[in-house]
């Protein structure tokens, strides 16, 4: 048997097989109001002035700065400009036009008079005809006056590529004009268990039959990252069929991920199917995890992990996650350094992800190191990373976290 | 005109009419595959032991631990069992049975010998018949052994009620061959746009108009708040259309948002519709999104935010956003405290929300405080919380930011 890898060893062999879904990621072209969440593929550069045009920081009364410097005075009211008004408006001197915020302002004003700082002394709010304004004070140059371009110029940038869009991108972008946005497509990925011994949930497990719990689960976490799943199917441990299913998996997937049949047992559907076709089946110095697998099978990477559900978890959290999240335009998942509450041990040669629980900047782990410890690890928060060389830890010692 | 109600007192306010959609959520059952990312709705407890049976950790040979005691030694090997076997097997005395992991130990065996410890010295890996396993190494009781019921008892909790559901979760919940869980249901949230001066993006906008951008953002807000868009829709100025747009919301929503139509001008549809009806108009003491309304329409939650698309997505993330996460089951958004590296100027007598943009503890404002400024917020990761009795703050001081 050769020397098992190391994960560093094993994690660069997957980058390089996704390096090109990273790198190089397909886009389409989305209307914005399906475009929440989805990362922009290039730079979007707006094509109008925004403001649009000229216009009203307030309801109140567009006038001539010059004409209200010596206010308290009464103006007589020339016009009536609502929000919407599409007909451009000239202000004549020595009148005050009624304007509502966002409007246009009048060629002629250069200031808005809010209304709180108004009384109408002739005439009434629903008929200006023949009305007069009492301005109570003076107001300078552009007060309240937007000017069109003051946020944004035509050409300037709206949103740069790689921005994951929220409401307030979606917002510019919208103001703007802005129908549609060019934004990554999320990976497809596809989901293989494998295993005779599996059952769908909700069928009856007979003596020896276990639940398939990775099809869900990778599913979850696949979509946790930023990907689709292109296709969920569980397999007996029959080549032939496992053969097939992978064929249909690479038809409509970027990527495949399958669990099981890759250890050093007798009937490996995995290993027996992707060896011939190029594929590489290891041994990981890590718990859990050990047997794991990787393809290039008709230019589509297959990642393969062992088939307990928590290795599959694991190794997917170790290996492929933040691959997935980087070809997403997500960030990194987080890593940090915590402080063990209870001392623990670890097997020697072979680096240990166990599952932990934190409280603040404490971590505790919730189970031992089986890999069946499947309901322990829905009470876990993270992954203990314990290093290969380290057999003890104390109480008190920091460790590195990995956020699940 | 009475003092205006402090940012507190209107979120209070808020906070009140919509407890009910904090505290009693609708719930649903929903399929394992369509669970992930939904908030548990009551505690789950395994109605199996899981692993649901005695099985092997390793593949390898199913010994009596006291017939290894003396190896290496050499066993005949008495049958095979793969993973799936449905037929429980009985190990004799002095024989090993090989086995492969998470296959049922068979009566009579207590440990597992992985293979890497043994050698077939009669017999070959595809033909076991007559076979003899050479066993290296003595293995003591229980070793490599999963006992039933070891990792969860029948009757244990496999996830409590408030679960956001996560890969993990729902690996355990498959396992126990749980098929479908009880979910609270996304709260139903309407958006209305109101204001004669919209026109859809794709449209042209004449002189005076403006892209609705308030129905997008919104949307997405709610989307990313953790409820769902029940209506989404643009009215113009007319308190008949938009009383209409209102009933026909209220009828299929658990909240209703709008934008527009509350503050002091001539055209104020909003306030028109909703103050008959019981709403309440009131000035907020903040900057943006002074003005502000509540209602509760025939049982309905109503929200009303101004128009201007930076105080609509300004009011909704002081006022609305945490009380959706609650709802929705997840932690409040962050805020922070960060350190000014530009000194910044404010309004007395009115809490501030400038946009800024952090980079680690520092943040700067990403520009003034119109609140037309939409293109200048898409390039804001928060809010800066400037306390309404503050005029300025130096570079160095620190302030509180709301994470966008």
Do not use: K
Request: net charge negative.
């Amino acid at each position: 048997m050769t020397r098992p890898r190391s994960v560093e060893e094993h994690a660069e062999t997957i980058e390089r097989l996704l390096d090109p879904l990273c790198t190089e990621p397909a886009t389409a072209t989305v209307p914005l109001a399906e475009a929440a969440g989805r990362v922009t593929a290039e730079d979007v550069r707006s094509e109008v002035d925004l403001p649009l045009f000229r216009n009203s920081q307030m309801d109140g009364y567009a006038v001539r700065a010059a004409d209200v410097a010596a206010a308290p005075l009464a103006l007589e009211v020339a016009g009536d400009i609502p929000a919407g008004h599409t007909v451009p408006v000239v202000l004549h001197a020595g009148t005050a036009i009624r304007i509502m915020t966002g409007a246009p302002v009048p060629d002629g004003a250069d200031a808005v008079v809010p209304v709180e700082d108004t009384e109408l002394v002739l005439g009434r709010d629903d008929d200006l005809h023949g009305a007069v304004v009492e301005v109570r004070r003076p107001r300078s140059v552009g007060e309240f006056v937007r000017e069109r371009g003051s946020d944004l110029r035509r050409g300037d940038l709206l949103v740069p590529a790689g921005t994951r869009l929220a409401a307030r991108h979606l917002a510019a972008l919208a103001s703007a004009g802005v129908e549609a946005v060019g934004v990554r497509e999320p990976l497809r990925v596809a989901v293989l268990s494998t295993g005779s011994e599996l059952v769908a949930s909700g069928e009856r497990a007979g003596f020896g039959q276990v639940f398939d719990a990775n099809g869900v689960a990778l599913a979850a976490l696949v979509q946790e990252a930023g990907a689709v799943v292109s296709l969920r199917e569980a397999c007996a441990d029959d080549p032939e069929a496992f053969g097939r299913l992978l064929d249909r998996a690479i038809a409509v997937s970027d990527l495949v991920l399958t669990s099981g049949g890759i250890s050093q047992g007798a009937y490996e559907v995995v290993r027996e199917v992707v060896v011939p076709r190029g594929g590489e089946v290891t041994t990981v110095a890590m718990q859990p995890g050990g047997p794991q697998a990787t393809a290039l099978v008709d230019g589509v990477p297959v990642v393969c992990f062992p088939g307990n559900p928590v290795s599959t978890q694991v190794s997917f959290t170790v290996f492929v996650r933040d691959l997935l999240r980087t070809a997403a335009g997500l960030p990194p998942a987080p890593r940090r350094r915590a402080t063990l509450a209870e001392g623990l041990r670890s097997v020697p040669g072979r680096r240990q992800f166990l599952r932990g629980r934190t409280d603040g900047d404490a971590v505790v782990a919730v189970s031992g190191p089986g890999s069946h410890l499947v309901a322990a690890m829905a009470r876990a928060d993270v992954l203990i990373d314990v290093p290969a060389e380290v057999e003890a830890l104390a109480a008190g010692q920091e460790v590195t976290v990995w956020a699940l």
